[in-house]
């Protein structure tokens, strides 16, 4: 059996990919960062190599996927949390990619024990905030789990958000104020408990951390969270009752809204921004707007704090598949980027379809496989076509990669197919069509309230009707 | 593929289960006897229930089974029952607005996330709560009615253990620690770590030192707890009402005989207890517990009720008790053959009559040999019934179910 080894993309990758050339591993592939997810080395050239975002690691390391993967310890915590007995084994710290998580407010709190409505924390960390939470002894809490953009939440959408960041002085320019540093963290060699004990893996790990420096790593100044209570952003009181909170999309989804907003008349200052402003203008009274991941809008707007959202079906699916009774609802389907929600297998296999899925789980021993970055309509996808014994893999994007050794199944998204082809993949299954959506609560609201929601939709109706 | 139960769960077999009602059964009688009266709480309860403020320790918070629910968009979750007493109590806030005497007791599985396979991450306890009442008396009814149970199952050498929570979060606070540091070194002491108090004493000599007999892990004397008493009434009189309390309850426990050891330092239980702490072991192993948690329901809002109660552990007395002694008066097992197809009726009528005679009537449905004693042929030809009697190879024939009814009473006079 080869040795698996899992690389990260994104913020580690150019100090990895140094790393690694030093130690002469001789890699293809690894530097250039889009698309490609299988280097290879020319020092241990019988060693198998995947790309995977950061997160997805400590999982593939616990799950025996991969024997030896290189990543963050916040995302290794964040498992270890939850799952304690996982196997996974801490070889070394790699002392690069520093970086701390903070539980951070607009202002320190008092008494985090107080009873009485709930305190609400964001994070894209939410085992790491649970036990935040539990150690602290809160009385109450909730975990909103986000997908990104954590610092924008507090004050009005959450009272706290659990973050990363270099040091407590970057929380400032997002206008937070630390109220206690759960985490210092660097980059960390980790390894499959088992692979570590029965596999001949020393020669790769001395490699790397034969690379080092021999140096002890600075020991640190303690930082004294919630000394430096510096107020960037206002405080605003409680938005009037009245008013409007329309939350718009990050990314590659900002485009589309803004040529339909355009076309609508809307009006916005800022938005996209270069700044990364999450609070632009809008030329409509009552109404306020935030930008946020399209990927958590609709557990806000169930939560009451947004009462409009930009997002996508699949989004809402997610949503709604996890709490089918939501008060969320699709008010307008604005009919802009269109993807195809897909089940996908390797195109070695001779399935064709979902019966064909169960007969070749009903001949194998070793649970099915099934990894998405929805999980919750994978696992609603695994039920309905009684998949027997199954397990969902969460990632975090780059899912293609996933196939075949790591998993048995994806559920993608697809515009094009090309993608899926381009990686060996085919298409056996179509879940549903996904256009970008406005979504809404059903719950009641004021009269003036509902007014100006209706003139919002009727805006953005004709305008899609126009194009 | 091979289907399996979940790891860290336990079945339990025809054979276990009779052990688990047997144990059960002892309790429900005798807890009905002190006018307790059953309750039970959902499995599935907030996890904002348990957490609120001095509820569980975070050892415990640390292993529950908590998850959201479908509607948990909130972001809020819930937990499979990790406890026993805080349902109640819960239960009790929401019915007895105006507060009241309740006697309440359940059988109930709770949950606990435990890493080694050996322990179950599920448990059955048999619980009771004394809400209502505060006093010496009320405290000895528990420990008494505990006793009786354990003395009915028919289990020796049962060791009692005293502590009391007031006494020692006194002691932490007298030891000159921070108010956190004392809440952490209660949630060790109550996690089970019996050497905290020694530990901590060492850290301030001059009071540990008058102190230092209370926290010795070998066990106290009540005489010597007496002495005490009226030193530390002058110089630390915090300590000095705990104790006044701990020993209105040890007196009556005297006057009625009870035997028990007294060991402030080690004082196993939950972060909600402010009073008496009471552990039940026997052979060193620890069969059941208690205590007094006076400010648990006016916590919940409930208003200011006393309250105290225990739960002995079911999984445990099923080991140590042996059914064997319980020697009940089983009914007779009857083994019904239909030996031609048109006495199937005949067959389902005479079992009907069996069982409302007091037999256990079982249908042969495989025609495989049996080790039961009493067999009856059934046919559709006269005569219809015939019995036979596998100890003395007897055979008799009948044609009415009033005939088999009179001969089996034979049968069994011998």
Known sequence: MVVKIALPKGRLLRKTAAILQKAGWGLDEYHSSMGFYRPRSQ????????????????????????????????????????????????????????????????????????????????SEYPNLAEAFALRKRMSRFSVFPVWGAAEAYPPENADMALLSAKAAADLADCGLVPVSKVLDFNAFLIANRSSWETRNIDGIIASICGTLPDVEKKSSVKEEPGRAEIYTRKRTGKTAADTVRLALPDGHQQQPTVSLLNR??????????????????????????????????????????????????????????????????????????????????????????????????????????????????????????????????????????????????????????????????????????STGCLIGSTNAISDVKGKRIETIVQKLRVAIEDK | MKIQRCKGMRDLSPAEMKVFRLVEGICRDACSRWGYQEVRTPTIEYLHLFTSAGTLTPGMLGKVYSFLDWDGWSGERVVLRPDGTIPVARLYTENNEDGGLARLFYAANTFAFEESAEKTRERWQCGVELIGAGSAVADTELITLSLEVLKKLGLKGVELRLSHAGLIKALLEKLGLSPDEQHRMFDRILDGDAGVLTEVSRESPEVGNTLRPFLSLKGQSTEFLRDQKDVLA????????????????????????????????????????????????????????????????????????????FALYIDRLMDLVKPEVFVKTVPERVLIRVKSGGAVKDAFELADSLRSTGYIAELDLDGNKTDLKLVIEVRDQSPVFTLVDLSTKKKFKMSTIDEVLKRLEGEDGG
């Open chain 1, 264 to 433: 609508a008349g809307i009006k916005l200052d800022d938005y996209p921004s270069e700044t990364g402003n999450r609070r632009p203008k809008i030329n409509i009274d009552g109404v306020t707007v935030k930008v946020i991941r399209p990927q958590d809008m609709p557990l806000q707007v169930a939560n009451g704090n947004f009462d409009l959202a930009v997002t996508g079906r699949d989004w809402l699916t997610e949503h709604l598949d996890q709490f089918p009774s939501s008060p969320v609802k699709e008010f307008l389907d604005l009919k802009s980027s269109k993807v195809r929600i897909v089940a996908v297998v390797s195109q070695e296999l001779t399935v064709d379809d979902s019966g064909g899925l169960r007969q070749l789980i009903a001949a194998r021993e070793e649970p099915f496989r099934v990894a998405s970055e929805y999980v919750n309509i994978a696992d609603k996808y695994a039920r309905d076509n009684h998949l027997g014994q199954y397990r969902v893999i969460p990632t975090w994007g780059a899912t293609e990669a996933f196939l075949p050794e790591d998993a048995d199944l994806l559920i993608e998204n697809t515009e094009t197919g090309r993608t899926i082809a381009r990686h060996n993949l085919k298409i056996i299954d179509t879940l549903f069509v």
């Open chain 1, 43 to 122: 020092k241990f050239p019988d060693v198998l190599l995947r790309v995977f975002h950061e997160k997805d690691i400590p999982i593939q390391i616990a799950m025996g996927n991969y024997d030896l993967g290189i990543c963050c310890l916040d995302w290794i915590e964040e498992l270890l949390a939850k799952y304690p007995s996982s196997d996974l084994v801490k070889v070394s710290d790699l002392r690069y990619g520093e970086g701390a998580l903070f539980v951070a407010a607009v202002s320190v709190p008092g008494d985090l024990r107080q009873n009485g409505a709930p305190v609400r924390i964001a």
């Open chain 2, 234 to 309: 002058r110089s630390m009189p915090e300590i000095s009402l705990a104790l006044d309390d701990f020993l209105r309850t040890v007196a009556v426990l005297d006057e009625l005989g009870v035997k028990y050891r007294v060991n402030i330092a080690s004082g196993t239980g939950f972060e909600y207890y402010t009073g008496i702490i009471f552990q039940f072991f026997i052979s060193k192993e620890k069969v059941g517990g208690g205590g007094r948690y006076d400010a648990l329901i006016p916590s919940m809002g409930g208003g200011d009720v006393p309250a105290s109660g």
